[in-house]
Protein backbone atom coordinates (compact mmCIF):
# COMPACT_ATOMS: atom_id res chain seq x y z
CA UNK A 1 0.00 0.00 0.00
CA UNK A 2 1.21 3.55 -0.90
CA UNK A 3 0.70 6.43 1.30
CA UNK A 4 1.47 9.96 0.68
CA UNK A 5 2.27 13.45 2.04
CA UNK A 6 2.13 16.92 -0.13
CA UNK A 7 4.68 19.82 1.54
CA UNK A 8 4.61 23.30 0.12
CA UNK A 9 7.80 25.70 -0.45
CA UNK A 10 8.38 28.83 -2.09
CA UNK A 11 11.93 29.21 -3.54
CA UNK A 12 13.61 31.54 -5.89
CA UNK A 13 16.17 29.93 -8.63
CA UNK A 14 18.30 30.57 -11.58
CA UNK A 15 18.97 27.80 -14.31
CA UNK A 16 22.06 28.46 -15.87
CA UNK A 17 25.10 26.45 -16.64
CA UNK A 18 28.19 28.71 -15.61
CA UNK A 19 30.32 26.58 -18.13
CA UNK A 20 28.05 27.76 -20.80
CA UNK A 21 27.53 31.23 -22.39
CA UNK A 22 24.67 33.43 -21.65
CA UNK A 23 22.93 32.71 -25.08
CA UNK A 24 23.60 29.23 -24.94
CA UNK A 25 22.18 29.17 -21.41
CA UNK A 26 18.96 31.07 -22.70
CA UNK A 27 18.76 28.77 -26.04
CA UNK A 28 18.15 25.72 -23.40
CA UNK A 29 16.95 27.36 -20.43
CA UNK A 30 14.73 30.60 -21.69
CA UNK A 31 13.61 32.83 -19.20
CA UNK A 32 14.52 30.19 -16.45
CA UNK A 33 18.12 31.51 -17.23
CA UNK A 34 17.51 35.13 -16.71
CA UNK A 35 20.01 35.81 -13.81
CA UNK A 36 18.76 37.64 -11.35
CA UNK A 37 16.13 34.67 -10.41
CA UNK A 38 12.89 33.78 -10.03
CA UNK A 39 10.17 31.86 -7.94
CA UNK A 40 7.85 29.01 -7.67
CA UNK A 41 5.56 27.79 -5.03
CA UNK A 42 6.56 24.45 -5.09
CA UNK A 43 4.43 21.08 -3.99
CA UNK A 44 6.12 18.59 -3.14
CA UNK A 45 4.33 14.92 -2.88
CA UNK A 46 5.76 11.95 -1.23
CA UNK A 47 5.09 8.12 -1.16
CA UNK A 48 6.04 5.80 0.94
CA UNK A 49 5.04 2.16 0.33
CA UNK A 50 4.85 -0.94 2.83
CA UNK A 51 2.68 -3.00 4.41
CA UNK A 52 0.78 -1.33 7.16
CA UNK A 53 1.76 -2.56 10.77
CA UNK A 54 -0.61 -5.37 12.16
CA UNK A 55 -1.06 -3.65 15.62
CA UNK A 56 -1.05 0.35 14.67
CA UNK A 57 -2.97 -0.35 11.54
CA UNK A 58 -0.17 1.96 9.51
CA UNK A 59 2.62 1.79 6.50
CA UNK A 60 4.11 5.15 8.09
CA UNK A 61 3.58 7.32 10.94
CA UNK A 62 2.60 10.36 9.03
CA UNK A 63 3.56 12.89 11.77
CA UNK A 64 6.69 11.37 11.34
CA UNK A 65 7.07 11.69 7.59
CA UNK A 66 5.76 15.16 7.90
CA UNK A 67 8.58 15.78 10.65
CA UNK A 68 11.11 14.20 7.77
CA UNK A 69 9.66 17.03 5.04
CA UNK A 70 10.18 19.74 7.20
CA UNK A 71 13.51 19.01 8.77
CA UNK A 72 15.19 18.11 5.21
CA UNK A 73 13.10 20.32 1.92
CA UNK A 74 10.94 22.84 4.01
CA UNK A 75 13.09 24.12 6.65
CA UNK A 76 16.33 24.41 4.41
CA UNK A 77 14.50 25.48 0.98
CA UNK A 78 11.35 27.43 1.89
CA UNK A 79 11.61 31.32 1.21
CA UNK A 80 15.40 30.41 0.26
CA UNK A 81 17.32 31.40 -3.06
CA UNK A 82 18.24 27.70 -3.93
CA UNK A 83 21.43 28.80 -6.24
CA UNK A 84 23.13 30.70 -3.38
CA UNK A 85 21.46 29.60 0.21
CA UNK A 86 21.33 25.51 -0.37
CA UNK A 87 23.97 23.23 -1.44
CA UNK A 88 24.26 21.44 -3.77
CA UNK A 89 22.74 24.14 -5.85
CA UNK A 90 25.67 26.42 -5.70
CA UNK A 91 27.37 23.54 -8.03
CA UNK A 92 24.32 22.07 -9.54
CA UNK A 93 21.58 23.63 -12.10
CA UNK A 94 18.31 23.40 -9.98
CA UNK A 95 16.14 22.01 -12.36
CA UNK A 96 12.63 20.45 -11.23
CA UNK A 97 14.40 16.92 -12.22
CA UNK A 98 17.78 18.55 -10.25
CA UNK A 99 15.47 19.32 -7.01
CA UNK A 100 13.10 16.28 -7.15
CA UNK A 101 16.69 13.80 -6.86
CA UNK A 102 18.43 15.98 -3.98
CA UNK A 103 14.58 15.66 -2.31
CA UNK A 104 14.91 11.83 -3.20
CA UNK A 105 18.49 11.69 -1.83
CA UNK A 106 17.86 13.79 1.15
CA UNK A 107 14.48 11.55 2.35
CA UNK A 108 14.94 8.46 1.16
CA UNK A 109 17.58 7.39 4.41
CA UNK A 110 14.86 9.29 6.67
CA UNK A 111 12.15 6.73 5.29
CA UNK A 112 13.70 3.64 4.12
CA UNK A 113 13.38 0.72 6.76
CA UNK A 114 12.35 -2.61 7.09
CA UNK A 115 9.59 -3.46 5.09
CA UNK A 116 9.30 0.30 4.27
CA UNK A 117 10.12 1.91 0.89
CA UNK A 118 10.16 5.52 -0.55
CA UNK A 119 8.29 4.63 -3.99
CA UNK A 120 7.56 8.39 -5.20
CA UNK A 121 8.49 12.30 -5.29
CA UNK A 122 6.63 14.09 -7.37
CA UNK A 123 7.60 17.75 -7.48
CA UNK A 124 5.15 20.45 -8.89
CA UNK A 125 7.26 23.72 -9.89
CA UNK A 126 3.81 25.12 -11.22
CA UNK A 127 0.27 23.28 -11.72
CA UNK A 128 1.59 22.61 -15.29
CA UNK A 129 4.87 21.10 -15.07
CA UNK A 130 5.85 18.37 -12.38
CA UNK A 131 8.59 15.62 -12.15
CA UNK A 132 8.27 12.24 -10.76
CA UNK A 133 10.96 10.30 -9.45
CA UNK A 134 10.27 6.50 -8.64
CA UNK A 135 12.49 3.39 -7.04
CA UNK A 136 14.50 1.64 -8.99
CA UNK A 137 13.14 -1.17 -10.03
CA UNK B 1 21.29 4.83 -8.63
CA UNK B 2 19.62 4.35 -11.68
CA UNK B 3 16.69 5.58 -11.54
CA UNK B 4 13.34 6.31 -13.90
CA UNK B 5 12.71 10.09 -14.00
CA UNK B 6 9.24 11.42 -15.55
CA UNK B 7 8.77 15.22 -16.85
CA UNK B 8 5.02 15.93 -17.37
CA UNK B 9 3.71 19.11 -18.92
CA UNK B 10 0.11 20.16 -18.81
CA UNK B 11 -1.51 21.29 -21.83
CA UNK B 12 -5.17 23.28 -22.73
CA UNK B 13 -7.22 23.02 -25.27
CA UNK B 14 -10.75 23.91 -26.30
CA UNK B 15 -12.53 21.43 -29.00
CA UNK B 16 -16.11 20.67 -29.41
CA UNK B 17 -17.08 17.28 -30.77
CA UNK B 18 -20.26 15.28 -30.79
CA UNK B 19 -20.34 11.10 -30.19
CA UNK B 20 -22.29 9.52 -32.36
CA UNK B 21 -20.87 5.82 -33.85
CA UNK B 22 -21.57 5.47 -37.47
CA UNK B 23 -22.75 1.36 -37.36
CA UNK B 24 -25.02 1.99 -34.74
CA UNK B 25 -28.93 3.59 -35.01
CA UNK B 26 -29.86 6.90 -34.14
CA UNK B 27 -31.74 5.30 -31.66
CA UNK B 28 -28.98 3.33 -30.27
CA UNK B 29 -26.71 6.01 -30.50
CA UNK B 30 -28.98 8.41 -28.16
CA UNK B 31 -29.28 5.47 -25.42
CA UNK B 32 -25.10 4.94 -25.86
CA UNK B 33 -23.97 8.51 -25.69
CA UNK B 34 -26.87 9.93 -24.20
CA UNK B 35 -26.81 13.97 -24.39
CA UNK B 36 -22.95 13.41 -25.83
CA UNK B 37 -25.01 12.48 -28.66
CA UNK B 38 -27.20 15.66 -29.56
CA UNK B 39 -26.53 16.91 -33.19
CA UNK B 40 -24.77 19.59 -33.22
CA UNK B 41 -22.36 19.08 -30.83
CA UNK B 42 -20.73 20.58 -27.67
CA UNK B 43 -17.52 21.30 -26.48
CA UNK B 44 -15.38 21.07 -23.63
CA UNK B 45 -12.27 22.64 -22.28
CA UNK B 46 -9.45 19.53 -22.65
CA UNK B 47 -6.35 19.37 -20.16
CA UNK B 48 -3.75 17.38 -21.64
CA UNK B 49 -0.78 15.80 -19.75
CA UNK B 50 2.51 15.05 -21.85
CA UNK B 51 4.80 12.54 -19.58
CA UNK B 52 8.24 12.25 -21.02
CA UNK B 53 10.61 9.47 -19.61
CA UNK B 54 14.72 9.48 -19.65
CA UNK B 55 17.98 10.04 -18.36
CA UNK B 56 18.77 13.65 -17.47
CA UNK B 57 21.23 15.27 -19.77
CA UNK B 58 23.96 17.59 -18.88
CA UNK B 59 21.42 20.37 -18.49
CA UNK B 60 19.76 18.78 -15.76
CA UNK B 61 16.66 17.83 -17.73
CA UNK B 62 14.65 15.21 -19.18
CA UNK B 63 13.68 16.98 -21.63
CA UNK B 64 13.96 20.77 -23.14
CA UNK B 65 10.63 22.36 -22.35
CA UNK B 66 10.48 24.20 -24.98
CA UNK B 67 11.35 21.53 -28.18
CA UNK B 68 8.20 19.67 -26.23
CA UNK B 69 6.46 23.06 -26.37
CA UNK B 70 6.91 23.41 -29.60
CA UNK B 71 5.95 19.51 -30.63
CA UNK B 72 2.98 19.81 -28.79
CA UNK B 73 1.76 23.19 -30.08
CA UNK B 74 2.30 22.25 -33.68
CA UNK B 75 1.13 18.58 -33.53
CA UNK B 76 -1.67 18.74 -31.50
CA UNK B 77 -2.61 22.53 -29.97
CA UNK B 78 -2.96 24.02 -33.47
CA UNK B 79 -4.78 21.01 -35.03
CA UNK B 80 -7.13 20.71 -32.51
CA UNK B 81 -7.55 24.09 -30.26
CA UNK B 82 -10.90 26.00 -30.92
CA UNK B 83 -11.62 23.23 -33.46
CA UNK B 84 -14.84 21.07 -34.03
CA UNK B 85 -13.06 17.35 -33.72
CA UNK B 86 -15.89 15.61 -35.93
CA UNK B 87 -15.32 18.25 -38.73
CA UNK B 88 -12.15 19.69 -38.74
CA UNK B 89 -9.96 16.39 -38.18
CA UNK B 90 -9.53 13.84 -40.85
CA UNK B 91 -8.57 10.79 -38.18
CA UNK B 92 -12.44 11.49 -36.78
CA UNK B 93 -14.31 11.31 -40.66
CA UNK B 94 -14.75 8.12 -39.72
CA UNK B 95 -14.40 7.41 -36.24
CA UNK B 96 -16.46 8.42 -32.84
CA UNK B 97 -14.24 11.14 -31.48
CA UNK B 98 -14.57 9.63 -27.77
CA UNK B 99 -11.40 10.90 -25.15
CA UNK B 100 -10.27 7.32 -25.76
CA UNK B 101 -10.17 7.52 -29.26
CA UNK B 102 -8.40 10.92 -29.26
CA UNK B 103 -5.94 9.70 -27.23
CA UNK B 104 -5.11 7.31 -29.30
CA UNK B 105 -5.02 9.93 -32.07
CA UNK B 106 -2.58 12.49 -30.48
CA UNK B 107 -0.23 9.16 -29.73
CA UNK B 108 -0.65 7.93 -32.89
CA UNK B 109 0.69 11.57 -33.98
CA UNK B 110 3.33 12.41 -31.54
CA UNK B 111 4.88 9.48 -32.22
CA UNK B 112 4.87 9.97 -35.92
CA UNK B 113 7.24 13.57 -35.68
CA UNK B 114 8.94 12.63 -32.09
CA UNK B 115 11.97 14.63 -32.02
CA UNK B 116 12.86 14.42 -28.18
CA UNK B 117 15.96 12.16 -26.53
CA UNK B 118 13.33 11.18 -23.81
CA UNK B 119 10.87 8.79 -24.69
CA UNK B 120 6.59 9.42 -24.65
CA UNK B 121 5.51 7.74 -21.73
CA UNK B 122 2.13 8.84 -20.85
CA UNK B 123 -1.11 10.92 -22.12
CA UNK B 124 -3.72 11.69 -19.87
CA UNK B 125 -6.74 14.13 -21.05
CA UNK B 126 -9.60 15.16 -19.09
CA UNK B 127 -12.29 16.50 -21.00
CA UNK B 128 -13.80 17.83 -17.19
CA UNK B 129 -12.70 17.81 -13.88
CA UNK B 130 -14.56 14.98 -12.93
CA UNK B 131 -12.72 12.30 -15.94
CA UNK B 132 -9.68 11.51 -17.01
CA UNK B 133 -8.15 9.43 -19.91
CA UNK B 134 -4.77 8.17 -19.61
CA UNK B 135 -2.65 5.96 -22.04
CA UNK B 136 0.63 4.48 -21.31
CA UNK B 137 2.60 4.49 -24.47
CA UNK B 138 4.42 1.07 -25.49
CA UNK B 139 8.31 1.36 -24.08
Redesign the interface.
Known amino acids: MRITRRAEFSASHV ?1 A ?1 PAWSAEENRR ?3 ANSNPHGHGHNYVLEVSVEGDPDPVTGMVFDLRELKEILNREVVEPMDHRFLNREVPPFDQ ?7 I ?2 EI ?1 KRIEPCVNRTGVQLSNIRLYET ?11 | ?11 RFAASHRLHALALSEEENRRLYGKCNNPYGHGHDYVLEV ?1 VEGP ?1 D ?5 A ?3 ALDRLIQEHVLDRMDHRNLNADLAEFADHVPTTENLASVIEKSLCEHWTLPARLARLRISETDRNAFELEAAP
Open positions: CNIYGIVPTAENAAWPDLFVDVEAPS | MRQAVRLTRRYTVESGQVDRT
